[in-house]
């Protein structure tokens, strides 16, 4: 009995790291399709990858999860958010966010962002694959012409946006 009283003092106290002994890793905040958002914590053991047509999140099984693995489909997301800072702990929450359009394209994307300096871009496959990076002003466009039809994700900061080549 004591023993037990021991071990649940213990993971009291340690119970806001929700894993014995591991560290938070991430967030990601997954925006779909209709508007509706999704916030998943990840810890060092967890992993991120594609699967078909699925984003999979895996968390070790240690890690108190309402879902494990979490797998959304690819056509119902729309932004990806990643953040290696635990928000719940301040109240400093300073995200931004850019628009790719048209979606789908055929030949040019044209970015909005809410930067006035040019930053920095990365197109990647759904391998992960970075296919084309460089840097964009707010109203920019990038030639997609050549790149295969399917799904891409563009990434500027720490914000993903799924667009779709046609």
């Not at 759904?126 to 084309?132: A, F, H, R, S």
């Amino acid at each position: 009995m004591r023993n037990t009283l021991l071990l649940i003092t213990f993971g009291l106290i340690v119970g806001c790291l929700n894993v014995w002994g591991e560290e938070f890793a991430a967030k990601i905040t997954i925006e779909t399709n209709n508007q509706t958002q999704q916030t998943i914590d990840v810890y060092e053991s967890g992993k991120m990858y594609f699967s078909d047509d699925f984003l999979v999140i895996e968390q070790n099984e240690n890690v108190e999860s309402k879902q494990n693995p979490v797998k959304i489909d690819l056509k119902d997301i729309k932004k990806l958010l990643f953040s290696n800072k635990d928000w719940s702990k301040t109240n400093d929450v300073q995200t931004s966010s850019f628009d790719v359009f048209p979606n789908p394209a055929k030949e040019y994307i044209t970015i909005r962002t809410p930067f006035e300096e040019e930053s920095p871009y990365m197109i990647l496959g759904m391998n992960g694959e970075v296919i084309m990076s460089g840097k964009i002003n707010n109203g920019g466009t990038i030639n997609v012409s050549a790149l295969p039809i399917g799904i891409y994700f563009m990434n500027i900061g720490n914000m993903y946006i799924k667009f779709n080549k046609i």
